[in-house]
C-alpha cells in the first residue's frame, strides 16, 4: 500500500511578499532558500527550508487563482499541507476506493515530480496535496 | 540568536475523532501513536507522526476553547503551526523587540516543554506555537 512518508510542505497564502517577509525571514529568523515565480501557479513563492521539510509562501501573481480568492475571502493564512507519499497512483486508487473526494483524480506531472489535490469537503476542511518525487 | 530547528506539529481541528480517523487514519493510511486526553487544553488529542514531525488531531472537550470556536466558524481545518526553537525566551524576546504581537509574553511551562503561541495578527493570519522541550 502507498505510504506518506512526510510532509513535504505548508503553504501560507500571503498577499505581499516583503510583509511576509517581515515576519518569516526579519522576525522569526528563517534562512529563504530562493523566491521563484512559478507561472503553473501563478504565483510567486519563496521557499523556507524548516527541519526536514518546508514552510513556502504563496503569492498569487492573478486574481483567478485559488489562492487569490482565498486571500480575498481570509486575509491570508495557512493554504494547504502537502505531503510526499510514495506512489501517488496507488495512493489516489486506494481514496477513491474509499469515496475521498479528489480535486485531481490522476496526477498533474510536473518536470521532477507528480502532485495531486484531495478535496477539503472529504478531509474536515484542509486542502491536502500529495507529491511523489520522480527524478 | 535563538534558531527554530524543525515543524513539530500542525494542528488541525476537528469536530469529531472517529469521522477524522476516517479520513487521516483509514484512508490516507497514516499510524496514530496515540490518543490522549490533555486537560490543560481542553481536549483530546490523536498524535500522528508524520516523517520528523507530527500531525495532531484536536477536538475540543469544551465549547470555551479557541479550537471550538474556530470549529463553529469554519467546521475545522488547520489551525495552528508549531515550530520547535532552541531558546524560546530569547525566541520571544526578539519577536517583542520587533515590535510582533505575542499571546503568551512569556512561555507556558509543562512537563517537558515550554511553549508560546504568537498572535495571528502579527503573522499574516497564521497562529504560530513555539515550543522549546526541557528534558
Known sequence: MAKITKINHIAIAVPDIETALSFWRDALGLQIDHIEDVPSQQATVVFIPVGDSEVELVKPTSSETGVARFIAERGGG?????????????MLATLKEKGIR?????????PGRKMA???????????????????
Do not use: A, R
Open 78 to 90: 495557512m493554504h494547504h499541507l502537502c505531503f510526499e507519499v510514495d506512489n501517488i497512483e496507488e
Open 117 to 135: 489535490f484531495i478535496h477539503p469537503k472529504s478531509t474536515g476542511g484542509v486542502l491536502v496535496e500529495l507529491y511523489q518525487y520522480t527524478s
Open 102 to 110: 479528489l480535486i485531481n483524480e490522476s496526477p498533474l506531472e510536473l
